[in-house]
């Protein structure tokens, strides 16, 4: 899926470089992901979470006007039920996601993809579970990954980035407030969710945060290395459309090996409860 990036409301003088900070999003887990983040005044955590729920809500409206939301009640349930096993654990990383408005849906696309919105708005497409015959533990290091990327606030991050670079126009809803800001910064998540790739650094680390989060909920975290030799045999030996093509696959599936298994003990722990 592509989506146009559109300039919010005729606003067309680009932003400054805005006040930045250091922030910490997340508490490093038992994989230590603990990188001091640089993050600009110009978009809070807040902003980017009330746009995604428009975001999302023009996804879900778009895929169901073409009858392919949910269509599969079965498939549905099942990854749902991997999410509710996962979701309970993001505490790890940071003590407010659990009590997010988490939201899991299924599209029906033969692409191989999935996303999670900033504040849990997830999408798990049909196509990677059909194309790749992916067992539970698969679609979890798949969630796991996503889930990752939003308890590290990487779109805010990649945001502060592209405003500081002047990208992004005024629309963003600076000191705007209002519906024409949640618009903008509606716009601003579906750019940040589709057209914007991942940094090697930003895959890298929900590599690791994705297979502690399996571990946790007791799915197998070596899972991650097979489902990547499936998405990689899938696109034809390159990396799949949805992840970066900034690490290596060789390098890729090192780390993965590696980190999946430092948390074998929880893995090991969660099947014993």
Same mark, same amino acid.
């Given at each position: ?7 919010? +409301? ?29 993050? !600009?005044? =110009?978009?809070?955590?807040?902003? +980017?979470? #009330?746009?995604?729920? &428009?975001?999302?809500? &023009?996804?879900? !409206? #778009? ?6 939301? /949910? ?14 096993? =996962?979701? @309970? ?11 997010? *408005?988490?939201?899991? *849906?299924?599209? /029906? !696309? ?30 979890? %290091? ?21 405003? *500081? ?26 750019? +940040?969710?589709? *057209? =914007? @790739? /991942?940094?090697?650094?930003? $895959? ?7 297979? $502690? +989060? %399996? ?13 990547? $030799? ?23 599936? /090192?780390? =993965? ?17």
């Amino acid at each position: 899926m592509r989506v146009i990036f559109l300039v919010g +409301l005729g606003l067309a003088a680009t932003l400054s470089v805005g006040g930045c900070r250091s922030v910490r999003t997340t508490d490093g887990g038992s994989v230590g992901v603990d990188r001091q983040q640089t993050m !600009s005044a =110009l978009v809070s955590t807040r902003q +980017l979470e #009330q746009g995604a729920v &428009q975001a999302y809500r &023009q996804a879900l !409206s #778009q895929a169901n006007q073409k009858g392919l939301l /949910n269509q599969d009640a079965a498939m549905t349930a099942r990854v749902r039920g991997i999410a509710q096993r =996962l979701i @309970p654990h993001t505490r790890v990383f940071r003590s407010d996601a659990p009590g997010w *408005n988490w939201e899991v *849906n299924v599209i /029906n !696309s033969k692409e191989i993809n999935a996303w999670c919105m900033p504040g849990g708005k997830i999408a798990v497409y049909s196509g990677l579970i059909q194309s790749l015959k992916a067992t539970d533990d698969e679609i979890a %290091a798949v969630m796991g990954h996503e889930i990752a990327h939003a308890l590290r606030e990487h779109a805010r991050e990649r945001a502060s980035q592209q405003i *500081n670079a002047g990208l992004f126009a005024t629309g963003v809803g600076v000191a705007l407030g209002g519906s024409p800001a949640t618009m903008d910064m509606a716009s601003m998540v579906t750019q +940040l969710t589709y *057209n =914007l @790739p /991942n940094s090697r650094l930003h $895959e890298t680390e929900a590599d690791r945060m994705g297979v $502690e +989060l %399996a571990a946790r909920a007791g799915f197998d975290p070596r899972a991650a290395i097979s489902l990547w $030799e499936k998405m990689r045999q899938a696109a034809g030996g390159g990396p799949p459309q949805f992840l970066s093509t900034h690490p290596s696959p060789e390098t890729r599936i /090192n780390d =993965l090996r590696d980190y999946s298994g430092r948390v074998m003990t929880l893995f090991d722990a969660a099947r014993r409860r």
